[in-house]
């Protein structure tokens, strides 16, 4: 009696299993919930944040911290402050134009708005280190999630790789 009951649930099981992918292949949504239908805004977005990488990839200091010296924290805090700028210049671009379809007018901005606020987590960082003290990089935490892991996630249904967050401040 057991082993039927066993067997019997197994079958429903795994017919549940069986079901729920026939469904999820062939039937449920395939559309991206951030993907915007503007190809020639997302386009343009690529060019303009892979022109702000270039610039912050000239601002990188390759020098060993023994050779940094005293106002080492000081340095480091000008640097991430002209990399955050590079940024700021982005998302003025980014904002100058507007996507021509109905969802990428509605969730664009708020995309820009998430990027701001991790501008600010840079400016916050840059300032504890003008302060002396060497913290790591915190950023704003939505939904149990980093911020930069939303905006990366954006940037990439939308093939918009160069504008992820630069993971400068991750190491």
């Known amino acids: 009696m057991k082993r ?16 729920m992918w ?10 991206v919930v951030n993907e915007i239908a503007d190809r020639a805004w997302t386009e343009n977005a690529e060019i303009i944040c892979k022109d ?3 610039q912050r990839i000239a601002l990188a200091d390759f020098r060993p911290i023994t050779d940094a010296g ?9 640097i991430v402050d002209l990399a955050t700028d590079t940024l700021d210049q982005m ?12 969802k990428g007018q509605a969730i664009v901005p708020l995309w820009i708005g998430d990027y701001r ?3 600010t987590d840079r400016r916050a960082y840059a300032e504890q280190l003008r302060l002396g003290t ?11 999630i980093p911020l930069s892991e939303k905006l990366s996630t954006f940037a990439a249904d939308n093939f918009m790789t160069s504008c992820k967050p630069p993971m400068d401040l991750s190491i």
Not at 134 to 144: R, Y
């Open 4 to 19: 039927i009951a066993l067997t019997s649930t197994l079958v429903v099981l795994f017919t549940l299993i069986g079901a």
């Open 22 to 31: 026939v469904y999820a292949l062939f039937f449920a949504s395939k559309e």
């Open 52 to 54: 702000a990488a270039r």
């Open 70 to 78: 005293a106002d080492a924290l000081r340095e480091r805090a000008k």
């Open 91 to 102: 998302l003025l671009k980014l904002e100058a134009t507007k996507p021509q379809d109905v």
């Open 117 to 119: 606020k991790y501008v």
């Open 134 to 144: 060497n913290v790591p990089f915190g950023e704003t935490i939505l939904m149990g």
